[in-house]
């Protein structure tokens, strides 16, 4: 996300540094919108969700490890 902006940035089609973090931080905002829904959505139809806080790498292994061994058939 970020690249694209810098890149339009660079080549002129965006005038000043002010313009670049308002376009940012608006297109930021939008896929994160964007990415809520897509998990709501994902909810809804059945899908488990794992939210972690922060860098809990533990946790994340053991979620994991727990999906992919309901996954395997018997």
Same mark, same amino acid.
């Not at 992919?68 to 996954?71: E, G, K, L, V, Y």
């Given at each position: 996300l970020e690249f694209r902006y810098v890149l339009h940035f660079l080549e002129g089609s965006i005038n000043n540094?002010?313009?670049l973090i308002q376009k940012l931080a608006a297109a930021i905002v &939008?896929? /994160?919108r964007k990415q809520a829904k897509w998990?709501?959505?994902m909810?809804? &139809?059945?899908?488990?969700?794992h939210w972690?806080?922060?860098p809990d790498l533990e946790t994340a292994v053991e979620i994991i490890n727990a999906a992919?061994?309901? /996954?395997k058939p018997a």
């Open positions: 540094q002010n313009d &939008q896929f /994160a998990f709501r959505r909810e809804r &139809q059945g899908h488990a969700i972690l806080d922060g992919s061994a309901a /996954a």
